[in-house]
């Protein structure tokens, strides 16, 4: 077997990129995809080349080897255990599962019959997490002591046209972005130990003013929408960490790290390039490109920019790439599910602790993800689609 047939379960807006993008990676080809919303599958279909199926056929389909499951959250599990009960491998979109047991369970069921089960996000794989992780790894900053985390912004009705799920339980700027950062950082630093937390809601309702047929809609917030934690790992380091759909403007970069030996600011890892910036003990900051380098390049434009070009690296499908060689070639498997396993562990113990303050210990470990080589990066790429 040269390839794996995917079948994507979920057409919603991110099965766009994923669609898009899947032509330029080996090891995959794109077979089927399937929605509750026929009309929804239909039209990806057409679009991109496949065969539009229920999720009950897109199950049983001999063409499909691996379930992309780009559902919403509360519907991870139900999908991919259905799809790995079926002898699928399953790359989902992120959190793994709502639930922090659910997610285990999806573990137990992958493992017992031997197949992968991968989890996004795959951010940390492209060029400005590769290019972060090589810039800790060399020990440029000497040993990590402590280091900040921001992410805010003001919510996701201004721009995606059905937001509902967001302020929902299984919402929230913890569980829908916190894996990005909680990923860059075990990537970069390792399992987290324990957490402690505060949480709150600033907003009792949200008015959707993205365009679409929900514009001025109402939606009843049911989760924190701010959190603001410390997290310590178990390397040693202790992390600021906030999240927020609170704030309507700020200055905070996504990821600073302070070692022995100097600074350190990771790219956003909601993309997959950007730049590094490291300072050696007080100097001037160097600031590292990653645009040259694979899977770093601007190829995707951002809602709203007004120029009509790339201005992000956007490069979803790396990580089920990446669980296809290992699949094929026995090759590491990076963004999986063990390793999702243990940022959702965090995630719920951040929300946990948000509650009822306290700290709260991580039982859950798992090792960094093996670094991946710009030859290993370029081993999965075959380039742009004609």
């Known amino acids: 077997m040269r390839e794996l047939g995917v079948g994507v379960v979920g057409c919603g807006v991110i099965s766009t990129i994923y669609m898009q993008n899947m032509p330029s990676f080996r090891g995959v080809r794109l077979v089927a995809c399937a929605d509750l919303a026929p009309e929804l599958a239909r039209s990806q279909a057409e679009k991109f080349g496949a065969r539009a199926l229920t999720i009950d056929a897109l199950m049983r389909d001999p063409e499909v080897d691996v379930v992309l499951n780009l559902t919403p959250p509360n519907a991870h599990f139900a999908v991919s255990h259905a799809a790995l009960t079926a002898g699928k491998h399953v790359f989902t979109e992120k959190p793994l599962c709502v639930s922090a047991e659910d997610g285990r369970n999806l573990l137990r069921e992958a493992d017992g019959r031997g197949l992968k089960l991968g989890c996004a996000p795959d951010t940390f794989l492209g060029a400005g997490g590769r290019l972060a992780r090589e810039t800790v790894d060399s020990g440029q900053i000497g040993r990590v002591l402590a280091g900040s985390c921001f992410l805010m912004s003001h919510g996701m009705e201004h721009w995606h046209p059905n937001p509902e799920f967001f302020f929902k339980p299984g919402g929230g700027p913890i569980l829908d972005i916190g ?60 992390l600021v960490f906030s999240m927020s759909w609170d704030v309507w403007k700020h200055g905070h970069p996504p990821i600073e790290l302070y070692g022995t030996e100097g600074s350190f600011r990771a790219p956003d890892p909601n ?44 490069y979803r499908c790396l990580g089920l790439a990446d669980l296809a060689s290992a699949v094929l070639h026995g090759t590491p498997h990076r963004s999986s599910g063990a390793f999702a396993s243990h940022v959702l ?40 689609a004609a």
């Open 179 to 238: 894996p990005y950062y909680l990923g860059a950082l075990c990537n970069l630093l390792g399992p987290v130990a324990s957490v402690q937390a505060l949480s709150s809601t600033g907003f009792a309702e949200r008015v959707v003013s993205a365009e679409g047929p929900r514009k001025g809609d109402r939606i009843t917030v049911e989760t924190p929408t701010t959190v603001m934690a410390l997290l310590r790992f178990v390397g040693g380091a202790d």
């Open 271 to 314: 993309f997959f390039g950007g730049v590094v910036e490291v300072t050696a003990r007080g100097e001037d900051w160097q600031v590292l490109d990653s645009s040259s380098r694979l899977y770093g390049k601007p190829n995707w434009r951002s809602p709203n920019w007004a120029p009509n070009l790339p201005d992000r690296a956007n």
């Open 345 to 384: 562990d965090v995630m719920h113990a951040i929300l946990q602790a948000g509650e009822g303050g306290g700290a709260i210990r991580i039982e859950s470990r798992v090792e960094r993800p093996a670094p991946l080589s710009d030859e290993e990066a370029a081993s999965y790429w075959r380039g742009q």
